[in-house]
């Protein structure tokens, strides 16, 4: 099925914005990233077929395009599946090595942007000083800060409290060690049927030659 | 004489009218200068801002690059100049052309205000006869206005004589939506929403009801096709946006 070029020129304007946002409020981010220009990405995912080029322009802004003529410096190629376990993986870069995607070209840009993207400092408190001051601005940003630390505070103790209400007071979930030692039970279990099972067939083996030595 | 064009001797179509052919331009000019202080704030509101995305594909597909020529005919009011003036850089130029001096009043401020006109050049001048040297230009871009051209057939054979060869036509033009459901929505929209909201905006129904039927009355995909090619363009194609309302055709001069 051919894509709409439209829809995918929205989707990268999209994301265009949304990193170009990010760069702007992450300082020194544009500067090292001029450093990686004319780096061109070519991503092709083989199902569903698309193909999407990220390039590093030479004023270190990113611009995400589905043509291009240029040779890519490196090609990334996998499926959507492939792409989207590396991008919920908990170590991505591990997960892009590791992984199905096949990677090929010169890698070595590619590990660049990687540890600019690590390093990604969002000064997120600028856009709201600038939108209503220093003073209000500085003070709503740290009653956002406040909020978020304790609403992941609460994530963490919720979630602890969660899994113990779940093992401990509800029983709802049976405790590690109980399922270790099911498990194991149920190894011993199938060990021992397959023993007597083979038992079984040398006893009916046996008494099939005892029959056919007696007649 | 182009069948496509449905140009006669003498008439040639101004939206569902039939008008002389000497006067199509004149008319046009008249649509656009009503149109042209509101035309930006227009084509959002018509599109609901696709034209942005459609206009952002055709440069994908420009594939310019640094140091190179563009001509951008029918530019108006410059906004897919602004962007190849980036891609050409320093040591490229972008010609803004268009036939229309109103247009290209708007253009010309709004790129001084981008502070982008340091290699554009802004030129007045008719797509079909286009005042350039022979095998002078990397890449033509069309957007919305070839159907507005009186003879299309000269004025893509006016833009393969000054394209180098190598160079790329870009067409980017209102089409024949591909869906049965989607034709007849879109009808539905384009002559009553679009006037009335024209009305509402620039107080001129009547000029955004003939760019409605003038685009009706532009050739489809297939048959456009047939017209780039026949102006002596290779390895022509075309792609189809937001099912068929627009299309944008590629040609090659060998």
Known sequence: ?215 | MSSQDNLTDDTTDFGYERVKTAEKAGRVREVFDSVAAQYDLMNDLMSGGLHRLWKRFTIELSAVRSGQTVLDIAGGTGDLAAKFSKLVGADGKVILADINAAMLSVGRDRLIDKGALNNIDVVQADAQFLPFEDNSIDCITIAFGLRNVTDKAKALRSMYRVLKPGGRVLVLEFSKPTSPLLSKVYDAYSFSALPAMGKLITDDADSYRYLAESIRKHPDQESLLEMVEDAGFVDCRYHNMTGGIVAVHRGIKG
Not at chain 1, 173 to 195: C, G, M, Q, W, Y
């Open chain 1, 1 to 215: 099925m051919e894509h709409d070029p439209a829809v995918i020129a929205g989707a990268s304007l999209a994301i265009e914005t949304v990193i170009a946002k990010a760069v702007e409020l992450s300082p020194g981010t544009q500067s090292r990233l001029k450093q990686l220009h004319p780096l061109t990405i070519e991503i092709h995912c083989t199902q569903p077929a698309l193909e999407m080029f990220v390039g590093v322009e030479e004023d270190g802004g990113i611009q995400i395009a589905s043509y291009r003529e240029t040779k890519a410096t490196v090609l990334i190629e996998g499926t959507w599946r492939d792409f989207s376990r590396v991008a919920t993986a908990s170590d991505p870069a591990a997960a892009l090595i590791n992984g199905d995607v096949k990677i090929s070209g010169d890698t070595a840009p590619l590990m660049q942007l990687q540890t600019i993207v690590g390093d990604l400092d969002i000064d997120w408190e600028a856009p709201i000083v600038n939108a209503i001051g220093p003073v209000f601005g500085h003070q709503l940003a740290e009653v956002i800060r406040a909020i978020t630390r304790t609403s992941g505070k609460t994530h963490r103790r919720m979630k602890r409290q969660l899994s113990e209400f779940i093992l401990e007071e509800g029983r709802l979930s049976p405790p590690k060690p109980e399922l270790d030692s099911f498990f194991t039970a149920v190894d011993d279990l199938v060990l021992r049927t397959d023993r007597i099972e083979s038992r079984l067939k040398r006893i009916k083996k046996r008494a099939a030659s005892l029959t056919g030595a007696i007649e």
